[in-house]
């Protein structure tokens, strides 16, 4: 530890020689050292709102988010952000900047949100936006913008929201998005413009996920019927853009401003607009359907060889080789895209993005994945097939009934039990076999005891026949006396001389 002691002697016996002020100068200034009238919290600079004219000299390295909103600022100086290597967020609007420059920002390869709103920005040239590579925000309405260059957004290959809203754009080229790619880009904002003509054939060719994203809406559109139909179509498809602003969708019935109306409120106006006006505006995204747990693979056939093949899934995720971050969705080196094992989530519109040097335009195909659970299987018991057997086993019940000897054993057996049925006085409630003989004996006119009628335990009343016109209203009683149980083959009817049962026409019926 004498190691550490000698330097803080000599450093005291330094600063009892020399003044505070000289000390001061003596030693560097530490990084983290905040500029005048600004808030340093962390690695946050917040300089806003202060009538900045100029940029402050002294910037820390640490911040990854500075703050010169709401300032004078007008010019900015190249090589001004060199010190920021970690700056990811960058706020300039609400000043007077007309004008980027070249090599503005070459020193921000890490810039992720730029916002340069509210300014006075009137051209945007080809290399102003040079070195933001990786910006996913970019920040330009309210400003003055007449005028973007062909190449003006050249570079920013992961931009996925772009707002240029509430400028002076006559015109924008849909052809390549003046140098900016579709793959990553999300939202387009182009509302409150003065855009009079737009490439109804390039806008048909977006993606599907920018079209969601696409804002059209007040600006001097004409009232072309194909522009109706499509703006109606994607109004029927619920797209963001067409829901949340539908009111403000206006055209020019004529060149004057006093001639506008709203898109979908007047369709007076689109009356004449034939059918025909709309075919081959949008290839149709093609249907396929597929269950749950099945495999499925989409094949991108684009009409000219691609370099490039990507996917964005239905969750707006960008799918390249090997594919999804849960590795449920694999691209392979052909480009098409595999589902091993489909799920509900993978149910939506999957969108194919073929680029290469000979296509003018990326070119889109768009699948629209319908996943279905599949159908429970049918039960394994089969009711045919037991009401068959049912139907057999009753079949040779019947014909064994019918056909097969009786057990002279069990008759035997009968009969004693029957003997000492008799002989017991149990009490009882009367069967409906008694109810029915006592309302035999009513309809009878021989009363049951009479000596002419045999008496017999094994009386079972067989029929009952409503009384006919020649029965005087009388119930025909069909009675099986002395029924023999080892005998059911030789069934005897029997009726007393009184009953009406032995003298009529139609004879006994037996059930």
Same mark, same amino acid.
């Given at each position: 530890?004498?190691?550490?002691?000698?330097?803080?002697?000599?450093?005291?016996?330094?600063?009892? @020689?020399?003044?505070?002020?000289?000390?001061?100068?003596?030693?560097?200034?530490?990084?983290?050292?905040?500029?005048?009238?600004?808030?340093?919290?962390?690695?946050?600079?917040?300089?806003?709102?202060?009538?900045?004219?100029?940029?402050?000299?002294?910037?820390?390295?640490?911040?990854?988010?500075?703050?010169?909103?709401?300032? #004078?600022?007008?010019?900015?100086?190249?090589?001004?952000?060199?010190?920021?290597?970690?700056?990811?967020?960058?706020?300039?609007?609400?000043?007077?900047?007309?004008?980027?420059?070249?090599?503005?920002?070459?020193?921000?390869?890490?810039?992720?949100?730029?916002?340069?709103?509210?300014?006075?920005?009137?051209?945007?040239?080809?290399?102003?936006? !040079?070195? +933001? @590579?990786?910006? &996913?925000?970019?920040?330009?309405?309210?400003?003055?913008?007449?005028?973007?260059?062909?190449?003006?957004?050249? @570079?920013?290959?992961?931009?996925?929201?772009?707002?240029?809203?509430?400028?002076?754009?006559?015109?924008?080229?849909? =052809?390549?998005?003046?140098?900016?790619?579709?793959?990553?880009?999300?939202?387009?904002?182009?509302?409150?413009?003065?855009?009079?003509?737009?490439?109804?054939?390039?806008?048909?060719?977006?993606?599907?996920?920018?079209?969601?994203?696409?804002?059209?809406? =007040?600006?001097?559109?004409?009232?072309?019927?194909?522009?109706?139909?499509?703006?109606?179509?994607?109004?029927?498809?619920?797209?963001?853009?067409?829901?949340?602003?539908?009111?403000?969708?206006?055209?020019?019935?004529?060149?004057?401003?006093?001639?506008?109306?709203?898109?979908? &409120?007047?369709?007076?106006?689109?009356?004449?607009?034939?059918?025909?006006?709309?075919?081959?505006?949008?290839?149709?995204?093609?249907? +396929?359907?597929?269950?749950?747990?099945?495999?499925?693979?989409?094949?991108?056939?684009?009409?000219?060889?691609?370099?490039?093949?990507?996917?964005?899934?239905?969750? =707006?995720?960008?799918? $390249?080789?090997?594919?999804?971050?849960?590795?449920?969705?694999?691209?392979? #080196?052909?480009?098409?895209?595999?589902?091993?094992?489909?799920?509900?989530?993978?149910?939506?519109?999957?969108?194919?993005?073929?680029?290469?040097?000979?296509?003018?335009?990326?070119?889109?195909?768009?699948?629209?994945?319908?996943?279905?659970?599949?159908?429970?299987?049918?039960?394994?018991?089969?009711?045919?097939?037991?009401?068959?057997?049912?139907?057999?086993?009753?079949?040779?019940?019947?014909?064994?009934?019918?056909?097969?000897?009786?057990?002279?054993?069990?008759?035997?057996?009968?009969?004693?039990?029957?003997?000492?049925?008799?002989?017991?006085?149990?009490?009882?409630?009367?069967?409906?076999?008694?109810?029915?003989?006592?309302? *035999?004996?009513?309809?009878?006119?021989?009363?049951? !005891?009479?000596? *002419?009628?045999?008496?017999?335990?094994?009386?079972?009343?067989?029929?009952?026949?409503?009384?006919?016109?020649?029965? =005087?209203?009388? $119930?025909?009683?069909?009675?099986?006396? !002395?029924?023999?149980?080892?005998?059911?083959?030789?069934?005897?009817?029997?009726?007393?001389?009184?009953?009406?049962?032995?003298?009529?026409?139609?004879?006994?019926?037996?059930?």
């Amino acid at each position: 530890m004498a190691w550490l002691v000698v330097p803080g002697i000599l450093l005291c016996m330094l600063g009892a @020689g020399l003044g505070a002020s000289d000390l001061e100068d003596l030693l560097p200034l530490a990084p983290h050292n905040c500029p005048n009238k600004c808030i340093c919290a962390a690695d946050v600079l917040s300089c806003a709102g202060h009538g900045l004219q100029d940029v402050p000299v002294a910037l820390p390295a640490t911040a990854s988010e500075l703050d010169l909103s709401h300032n #004078a600022l007008k010019r900015l100086y190249p090589g001004w952000l060199t010190p920021l290597s970690q700056l990811r967020v960058l706020y300039l609007g609400y000043n007077k900047l007309d004008m980027l420059g070249h090599g503005v920002f070459t020193n921000a390869s890490g810039l992720r949100i730029l916002d340069l709103s509210s300014n006075m920005l009137k051209i945007l040239h080809t290399h102003d936006l !040079d070195g +933001l @590579g990786r910006l &996913e925000r970019l920040l330009l309405f309210n400003n003055r913008l007449v005028h973007l260059d062909l190449d003006a957004f050249q @570079g920013l290959n992961m931009l996925s929201h772009l707002y240029l809203g509430c400028n002076e754009l006559t015109s924008f080229s849909f =052809n390549h998005l003046h140098g900016l790619g579709t793959t990553h880009l999300r939202t387009l904002d182009l509302s409150s413009n003065w855009l009079r003509q737009i490439s109804i054939s390039r806008l048909a060719a977006l993606p599907a996920f920018l079209k969601n994203g696409l804002y059209l809406h =007040n600006n001097p559109l004409p009232c072309n019927c194909r522009l109706y139909h499509l703006l109606q179509r994607w109004h029927q498809r619920g797209l963001s853009a067409l829901r949340d602003f539908a009111r403000e969708y206006t055209c020019l019935v004529f060149q004057v401003s006093a001639s506008r109306v709203r898109f979908f &409120e007047h369709s007076r106006v689109f009356e004449n607009c034939s059918a025909a006006a709309a075919l081959d505006l949008e290839l149709p995204e093609e249907q +396929l359907d597929t269950q749950v747990g099945q495999s499925l693979r989409l094949y991108c056939n684009t009409s000219m060889p691609a370099a490039r093949v990507a996917w964005v899934s239905p969750k =707006n995720e960008l799918l $390249v080789a090997p594919g999804s971050q849960d590795g449920s969705i694999a691209v392979l #080196a052909d480009g098409s895209l595999a589902i091993h094992r489909v799920q509900e989530q993978h149910a939506g519109i999957f969108v194919c993005l073929a680029t290469g040097p000979r296509l003018h335009h990326n070119q889109t195909l768009e699948f629209n994945v319908s996943v279905h659970k599949p159908r429970p299987e049918p039960e394994t018991f089969n009711t045919g097939f037991t009401t068959l057997l049912g139907c057999i086993v009753g079949l040779v019940l019947v014909l064994f009934y019918l056909f097969a000897p009786p057990c002279r054993g069990c008759c035997h057996c009968c009969r004693r039990c029957q003997r000492a049925c008799r002989n017991r006085c149990w009490p009882r409630a009367p069967s409906p076999l008694q109810e029915l003989s006592a309302q *035999s004996s009513v309809l009878s006119t021989t009363p049951p !005891d009479a000596p *002419s009628r045999k008496a017999s335990v094994h009386k079972h009343v067989v029929f009952l026949e409503p009384g006919k016109k020649d029965l =005087n209203g009388r $119930v025909q009683l069909a009675v099986a006396e !002395d029924f023999d149980l080892c005998n059911p083959m030789e069934l005897q009817l029997k009726a007393g001389s009184e009953s009406a049962s032995s003298t009529g026409s139609d004879g006994l019926m037996m059930t």
